[in-house]
């Protein structure tokens, strides 16, 4: 089982980054120190008491700032969010240096606007979008792992999971319930090959899913076996749609040499009913129209 990347501020977790984003953390930092033992160096000094509060604030902003920076090396984002968001946060540790040391010593003007100022400004605003770039990346992530939450990854109607939960979600209403088996589907497997089978699983999922309604509901419950949900109570439309997918199902040909047919296991619900217990006379239903020759539709009896 693969284990989820985990973003940490601990040291150990810097021997796990690229080289890159080694170099950039160094090199961030050489600049931090560089810059400041030349200014202190070649500018006149000022007394650090009389502005301990501001050297304080800014010395801390920094060391905040850069800690985001180290996160952000040590984490996998999008490559666009990570190249704005690590050029922003550069830029911005630039600026906050030279506000650190604005404090300690007489800066000259191009220092204080240029570096300090234009540096902490552009760094804020590169980095800000850079987080927008983050936040819809994640945004994109979300909405992919939600579908394949829901979706079958194979025939792409719904899943299991979420047609249980949708049909078990209907307290009071009627509904009907299709459970559909595809006949002999083990054969083609055997004398054509998996991917053959699956092509025979997208086919057909992919014309039955065409024949439903927006308020219905087609899925795949099982290796072979579909379910549908209708709202519908009539049982003569109810007939009809299924007749409809068992003409269906025979289009399909499976290497131009046979036709595909499928057997259907139908059952309605009443208001009294629970959802387990219509998947089962519809589960009842199918045996009852595989027993009696396949290629065919059954109507459980009523409980």
């Not at 008491?49 to 060391?63: E, H, K, M, R, S």
């Not at 704005?84 to 007489?106: F, P, Q």
């Not at 804020?124 to 394949?148: S, V």
Request: overall charge positive; glycine content about 4%; some cysteine.
């Amino acid at each position: 089982m693969m284990n989820p990347e985990k973003v940490s501020l601990k040291l150990s977790h810097f021997v796990k980054i690229t080289r890159l984003n080694k170099l950039l953390i160094l090199m961030t930092l050489a600049f931090i120190i560089a810059f400041s033992i030349f200014s202190l160096m070649y500018f006149p000094r000022l007394d650090i008491t009389q502005n301990l509060y501001g050297f304080t604030t800014d010395f801390i902003n920094l060391v905040v700032i850069f800690a985001i920076f180290f996160v952000v090396q040590c984490s996998r984002l999008a490559k666009k969010a990570y190249l704005y968001v690590s050029i922003g946060l550069m830029l911005w540790i630039v600026g906050s240096t030279a506000d650190v040391l604005d404090e300690v010593i007489r800066q000259p003007f191009w220092i204080s606007n240029y570096v300090e100022d234009l540096c902490r400004t552009l760094g804020m605003l590169i980095t800000a979008y850079g987080l927008f770039k983050t936040m819809h990346f994640m945004q994109r992530m979300h909405n992919r792992l939600a579908q394949e939450f829901i979706m079958d990854d194979l025939t792409k109607v719904y899943n299991r999971r979420c047609f249980y939960q949708h049909v078990k979600g209907v307290v009071n209403n009627p509904y009907t319930v299709l459970i559909i088996d595809l006949d002999h589907f083990k054969r083609i497997n055997d004398d054509y090959g998996h991917d053959v089978g699956d092509k025979v699983l997208k086919q057909f999922a992919d014309k039955v899913n065409r024949l439903l309604k927006d308020e219905n509901i087609f899925a795949r419950i099982g290796g072979e076996e579909f379910a549908a949900y209708l709202p519908s109570y009539e049982l003569d439309e109810v007939l009809n749609f299924s007749q409809t997918i068992l003409e269906t199902a025979r289009t399909i040909t499976v290497q131009n040499q046979r036709s595909k047919t499928v057997s259907i296991g139908i059952a309605h619900r009443t208001s009294d009913q629970t959802f387990d217990n219509v998947m089962k006379r519809a589960d009842q239903a199918l045996y009852r129209a595989k027993k009696a020759g396949r290629d065919r539709l059954e109507v459980a009896l009523t409980s």
